[in-house]
């Protein structure tokens, strides 16, 4: 049930898999506490299997929208989703927060490329996944019954998998053919009729906020109350709770009962997101440490996307303490850390033979390189990740990738040609209705233009005697996103006067200011 309460949150898409959670949202809809405009027909119900007819204005192909959502009529129909758009134009309509559920650790991702190629996509993995009758008559399959898959649990958890399950699952995967299973796994982080959900919203030009479900599931495998808007999925458990210390408590509740339920990358994933609020608690050895240990639980339970996060959260760390003082030497210690941690995340992604973590590590690298001052192998990195992204049609993440190599061009000089990934980065932002790429191609933009001004400024200088407050060429550091741009640019000596350009300013006494120039000279 839609709320009709202004501003009111509003559940648009939900992952059918977490079942007990969805009865609990579906009971606080009845009970007006949750607004909600899912839409689910089961089997016996009045609607059930029908089909209706698709709009003329909405120049579709397909005789019922069966064929855009699946590809083909199924036998459930689609009047389900006549209904969810009903709900959809109503939620809007009274200017409400749309929120889609991702799989819990999953967030922003299995989205596919458009409303359009989702029946095809659809139709796909329909295909990729109908081996798998073959894949249970292989020898791997035998093997693995033989070593003992059949003593695994088959008691589903609250996503509805068991042990048994998942194992049978990444053997599958290992069994496919690369492209096949490079698809699959790109596909996971929303459900089948959610990628259309997702979709429509996207072509509707409707924003919406990604929650990970993980907000809606309780230690117990209750759900919480209504989940409030995040960015990344750490913000969700601070902004609802609205209180990090109350969300520190909670996040260590539901690790220490999940740590009682023996699933190691469960475990892990919630030890990163208690990291992620300590760093928000800028209670940065304990966010460390926890990235340390949830990296061995993947370890432990052979899970290439456990170890890369929590490595990539480590690297994270150590590029922020290079931060504080980018051109400090006692900061080099703590760079080589970093460009060692992300190198480990690329060889964890290497093995796993998954070219989609390939390129988000990638893309972190070439951020730290930056860091290091190694900008060309930071722009080697963004460049392949680019790649992989455009031929996996993963647009959101390609954008990033423009504006990290324009990012990485206007530092190394080359102006044109960053100002035209930067051009493209904008493109898709607008494209693909990226509000938040939009906007960070906008801070970009806005930081290079006030570079501009300030280097006019520079040009107007005028000499500063001794014993004064000067800004000291020291090599300044200039941050735009992640990224830092390094360059030192050089002072001009007049009799014994400094002529400098704008940078970082420092009260220098005489014998400083003498010390200066003579090592500048």
């Known amino acids: 049930m839609v709320c009709r309460e202004p501003g009111r949150e509003c559940v648009a898409s939900w992952p059918g898999k977490y079942e007990s959670a969805w009865d609990s949202l579906v009971a606080g809809a009845r009970q007006g506490e949750v607004s909600a405009a899912v839409v689910f027909l089961p089997d016996g119900t009045e609607h059930f299997g029908c089909h209706d007819e698709i709009p003329p204005e909405e120049r579709l192909e397909g005789k019922c929208w ?7 009529q199924k036998k459930w129909g689609c009047r389900w989703w006549s ?8 939620a809007v309509k009274h200017d409400a927060e749309l929120q889609v559920f991702f799989f819990e650790g999953l967030t922003g991702q299995g989205k596919v490329s458009s409303f359009d190629t989702a029946g095809a996509e ?16 292989s020898q791997q399959f035998k093997d693995a019954v033989e070593a003992g898959l059949n003593e695994l649990s088959n008691e589903p958890r609250w996503d509805s998998s068991s042990p048994r399950s998942r194992e049978v699952d990444r053997l599958f995967l290992t069994w496919l053919p690369a492209k096949d299973r490079e698809f699959l796994q790109a596909s996971e982080g929303l459900g089948n009729s959610q990628k259309a959900e997702v979709a429509w919203l996207e072509r509707k030009g409707y924003s919406y ?61 919630a030890m990163m997101q208690l990291a992620n609020l300590h760093i928000k608690d800028d209670n940065f050895e304990e966010a460390e440490r926890l990235a340390k240990e949830s990296h061995d639980l993947g370890k432990k339970d052979r899970n290439p996307r456990v170890q890369i996060d929590a490595l990539l959260l480590q690297a994270q760390l150590l590029n922020t303490k290079v931060l504080e003082k980018p051109e400090d030497k006692a900061m080099k210690p703590f760079t080589d850390r970093a460009v060692r941690t992300v190198n480990e995340a690329l060889q964890v ?15 972190k690298r070439a951020e730290t390189m930056v860091l290091a001052g190694r900008h060309q192998t930071g722009l080697r990195d963004v460049k392949e990740a680019t790649g992989i992204f455009e031929e996996m049609d993963h647009y959101q993440a390609l954008g990033r990738c423009l504006l990290l190599s324009g990012n990485i061009k206007h530092a190394l000089g080359q102006e ?16 693909i209705g990226d509000q938040q790429l939009a906007d960070e191609v906008q801070s970009f933009r806005k930081a290079l233009e006030e570079k501009r001004l300030e280097k006019e400024r520079a040009a107007q200088v005028q000499p500063l005697g001794r014993d004064s407050r000067v800004p000291f060429i020291l090599g300044s550091a200039e941050v735009v996103m992640v990224l830092t741009e390094l360059h030192t640019e050089s002072a001009q000596f007049e009799d014994n006067e400094v002529i400098v350009g704008p940078a970082l300013c420092v009260q220098l006494d005489s014998e400083e200011y003498e010390n200066q120039c003579v090592s500048r000279n």
């Open 66 to 72: 069966c064929v855009p959502l699946y590809g083909e």
């Open 83 to 90: 209904h969810w758009i009903a709900n959809i134009e109503t």
């Open 122 to 137: 659809h139709l796909r993995r329909e295909e990729v996944n109908s081996r798998r009758k073959g894949f249970m008559k």
């Open 209 to 269: 906020t990604e929650v990970d479900v993980s907000t809606w599931l309780h230690v117990d495998d209750v759900s919480v109350p209504v989940a409030r808007s995040l960015e990344p999925t750490p913000k969700a458990i601070g902004s609802q709770m609205g209180d990090l210390d109350a969300a520190l408590e909670c996040a260590e509740e539901r690790l220490a009962v999940l740590r009682s339920l023996h699933d190691l990358s469960m475990e892990a994933n």
């Open 349 to 363: 992604a290497g093995k796993a033979e998954n070219r989609g973590l390939r390129a988000l590590v990638l893309f």
């Open 416 to 431: 044109e040609a960053g100002a035209a990934d930067v051009d493209r980065a904008d493109f898709i932002a607008k494209e």
